[in-house]
């Protein structure tokens, strides 16, 4: 067969789903991409180097909220989703999703390590016209300059032999309206084939594909996702910091601007950004733009501002101790929430961690925590247990509580009851009248 006549082939085969796709790191994005694919009966083979990770989905135990253990264990015994800590499967693959993490360095440099290591196990496996895509979120240019060279050192060539595209993650973990299914995504092809071929694998999971004219538009695209984000989170912590000097409410003021019907879209003050995104990837276009004797000052600018909110806590924490008949070495402070976002299990650079770091670095050791989906953390080296349950009891043990995180399942009317003091950081007891909640951007 020539190969036009392998393309239309491979193309009736994705338009009927009788093709295998193979997923690479089963994580927050992996996984529930593995499983949308197996759940609509596609042949799928889930590939992870956490051998603890495999086994665990094997023995039925999923680690991941957002879906449901039923439809997990449901293909794995059902077969349609195959799963393996090596990347021999890989060769059977029609399409190969590589969703492996992309973090910064301790200088916050980018850390592509885990991307090409991916991509050098899969050329070692790399057949004719196999479509390869990457989701990981990283600097413009990775697709082109690192995977494409390290997937041709296997003798093939992109475009022609096999076929590349870059397809940015836009899953939102803890969000029950927009899911891997129904979120539109983003495809940019190194060629045209790679673009058509990577919508159609794309579209047997993804209800709406928006395809691009590169790679690297749409490795950009998602940076300014991120980054549109934290420039516009950065915009309210330093407005809830000046409302706190001047005595206004920030939370009153995005409601107010709320009613705006157009060219307005709130973001809330909070006591700093973590997870695997949005804290992340200004610094990965500031490294990359560096390289073109740029400097990305405003975006470097709001990831500074909001890098420094765990001190503003830090720092509101101490001024409630001042006003009470406790040091801050006998201080008994309750962390809620230290998951990053609300009803996640997602500890990743929280800042709730940060601010805990930094109330030990001042002094103030008593320290505990209660969150549900967190049940053990590493604190300066010692590991401390969530407390088991969230009582009247236990919060009246403590003179400050401070929400950091405001899971749903808390009850924020027992807090506030029950509660010395609480230090809100999230507006999570918004309607409760009570003297003792000092809410992050009150201006009180
Ligand atoms: N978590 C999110 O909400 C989210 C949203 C959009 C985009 N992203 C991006 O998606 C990518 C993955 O994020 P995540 O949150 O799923 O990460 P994760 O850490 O939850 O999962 C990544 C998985 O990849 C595995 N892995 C690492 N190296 C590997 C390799 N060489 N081969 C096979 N498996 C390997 C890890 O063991 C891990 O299980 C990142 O680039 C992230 O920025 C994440």
Redesign the pocket.
């Known amino acids: 067969m020539d190969t036009f006549e392998n393309i239309s082939e491979l193309k009736k085969r994705i338009e009927s789903g009788d093709v295998t796709i193979g997923v690479?790191?089963?994580?927050?994005?992996?996984l529930p991409l593995a499983v949308e694919f197996a759940g609509k009966g596609i042949k799928t083979i889930g590939?992870?180097?956490?051998t603890a990770?495999i086994d665990s989905l094997k023995s039925g135990k999923n680690y991941i909220e957002d879906i449901s253990d039923e439809l997990v264990s449901g293909v794995i015994k059902g077969g349609s989703l195959a799963l393996a800590d090596n990347f021999d499967g890989c060769g059977e693959c029609d399409a190969l999703f590589i969703?492996?993490?992309?973090p910064f360095t301790a200088n916050k440099d980018p850390d592509i390590s885990?991307i090409i290591?991916?991509a050098m196990?899969i050329s070692h496996n790399l057949k004719k016209n196999q479509v390869v895509i990457l989701?990981?979120?990283?600097f413009p240019g990775t697709t082109e300059k690192y995977v494409r060279p390290l997937l041709e050192s296997s003798g093939l060539i992109a475009g022609e032999d096999f076929y590349l595209a870059f397809s940015?993650?836009?899953?939102?973990?803890g969000n029950k309206v927009w899911t891997t299914s129904n979120t539109p995504i983003v495809v940019g092809g190194i060629n045209q084939i790679s673009t058509d071929l990577a919508c159609g694998f794309q579209r047997l999971a993804v209800s709406e594909v928006v395809p691009v004219s590169t790679p690297a538009v749409a490795e950009m695209e998602k940076l300014l996702e991120n980054i549109y984000r934290s420039v516009n989170i950065s915009l309210v912590n330093e407005l809830a910091r000046l409302c706190d000097r001047i005595g206004i409410n920030i939370w009153e003021v995005i409601d107010a601007a709320s009613t705006k019907p157009f060219g307005f879209m709130p973001f809330y003050p909070g006591p700093g950004i973590g997870?695997?995104?949005i804290l992340?990837d200004p610094y990965y276009l500031a490294w990359m733009a560096r390289e073109h004797d740029f400097v990305t000052k405003f975006i470097t600018l709001a990831a500074e501002i909001n890098e420094d909110m765990p001190f503003y806590v830090r720092a509101m924490v101490i001024k409630e101790i001042a006003k009470q008949e406790v040091t801050l070495r006998t201080a008994k402070v309750l962390i809620l929430g230290m998951a990053f976002k609300k009803d996640v299990n997602?500890l990743r650079h929280s800042p709730a961690l940060k601010v805990a770091e930094l109330l030990m670095e001042e002094g103030i050791t008593n320290i505990s925590y209660h969150d549900p989906y967190i049940p053990e953390i590493e604190l300066k080296g010692d590991v401390l247990q969530s407390e088991p349950e969230l009582t009247a009891t236990m919060l009246g043990r403590f003179d400050i509580v401070l929400i950091t995180t405001g899971h749903s399942v808390f009850d924020f009317e027992l807090i506030a009851a029950n509660s010395r003091v609480v230090i809100d950081t999230r507006n999570a007891c918004k309607g409760i009248e009570s003297g003792n909640i000092i809410l992050l951007g009150e201006g009180k």
């Open positions: 690479i790191g089963l994580g927050y994005v992996g590939i992870d180097i956490d990770k969703c492996v993490p992309t885990y290591d991916a196990k989701k990981s979120t990283t940015p993650e836009r899953i939102d973990p997870g695997h995104c992340i997602d």
